[in-house]
């Protein structure tokens, strides 16, 4: 009796860490968020936020963005449009915010499934 | 002592013989969990047919979500239906009337068009002259319109508000005729105009869920395809690189709309004052009422959008009187330069902010 009570202990230890396996999966994959590229309309470019890195990114007519991602932030730190808008746009690192360079037609969004504080739109941009 | 310890060692031998059961069992169980957990994770994109189109247009960028059977084609026709519109009403179009009227001071307009400067003018009326599609003079003179920034003198101000005012205009069978304005721009009107109609062509299609952005303007049709509201993120006026919001504001069939003294200004090399793009048509200065940033909810995005100014215009106790004057007809959310957030009771239940939110109770 008592070592049967000892074996579905285990067996019950064991369930618990493959619940917590199952759940970590889970919620690592909903929490899970990306910085999107789109030129133009087009995906071109998906990047985790977690992991820090700098790309140049090609927009329309020659244009080009210099994206930074570092410590679950990204933002454009230079570029080569006339208004340096997208510039001024500061970091994002919710789901749902977007910076955006309309002379290069160059979207950069996070993008991810789940609930960070995420929105689905932005208003007053 | 020895057989005590081999007594142990036995009893170990036989739990292990349970182990590789207990293991097979629980790796099983954890499988299912897992499966479990990652189906329902991705049944919910399988769920419903999804269109997302991105179009760039009326100077600003846009973004379309639409959810549902017919999803593709209706999101087709909202792109054709953007940039139809973009050439009837925009400033520079040669098809549309607003340029001819500008032109020449008095023209025939088309039904669309003559439908939306009604509209303007009766706001107008309504906002005691804050929401006013005249002021094109103004936004000239200080730049807002070339990238040329510049603080213009005081009499060329003077000068530019002899031509501001839309009860200048006068239509009539079809016919705009400017009186003695300078000239209209309905891009204070006409993005708020276009989201109402891309919600209406959304529903004439049968589709029951969608959101659109047009330059962050946000109007949504029906809730999200989940049954749960759209949460709409507002910018905050002082925190733009922190990357917070205001606050989030859960909607259905609503337009959200907002003016920020953040969105476009320049710093004068000169005092080293800012200046935004906001100028409000009595002064001809930019607004200066205590207000960073007015969200307007409603179901009319035409609505929402002309308010959004004219409220920045107003200042919070000049947007509460004309909130009660309307018969609280829409709800809104003011922050004032001091950070103090001020919503209506509408939707007190549905806005959530990490600032200090007081709720207006008329």
Known sequence: MKKHGRDILLI??????????ALILLLSRRQGAFVQVRVDGKAVALYPLGENAEHEIKGVNGGVNRLVIRNGEAWVESASCPDGLCVGMGHIRHIGASVIC??????????????????????GQ | MQKASGRKAFQIARRLSHLPAALISAALASAVLASVALFS???????TASAVREVFAMDTYMKLSCYGDG?????????????????????????????????????????????????AIELHGETGGAFDITVLPLMELWGFTSGDYRVPESSEIAAALEHIGSEKLSLSNGELSLGSAAGIDLGGIAKGYTSDRLTELFRERGISSACVSLGGNVQCLGAKPDGTPWRCGIVHPFNKDGGEYLGIVSVADKAVITSGAYERNFTDA?????????????TGYPAETGLASVTIVSSSGILADALSTACFIMGLEGSIDYWNASGRAFDMILMRSDGGIFITPGIAGSFTSSGEVHIIDG
């Open chain 2, 41 to 47: 994770a991705c049944a919910k994109d399988t769920k």
């Open chain 1, 102 to 123: 309309l002379p290069n037609k160059v979207v950069i969004a996070i993008v991810g499934e789940g609930a960070d504080g995420g929105v689905d739109a932005v208003t």
């Open chain 2, 71 to 119: 999803s593709e084609a209706a999101a087709d026709e909202a792109v054709s239906e953007i940039k139809r519109i973009d050439a009837l009403l925009s400033i520079g179009s040669e098809s549309g009337s607003v340029r001819r009227v500008n032109e020449s001071g008095r023209a025939a307009v088309d039904a669309e068009t003559a439908l939306i400067v009604e509209k």
């Open chain 1, 12 to 21: 019950a230890a064991i369930l618990l860490i493959g619940g917590a396996i």
């Open chain 2, 270 to 282: 000169k005092t080293g004052r800012l200046y935004h793009h906001i100028i409000d048509p009595s």
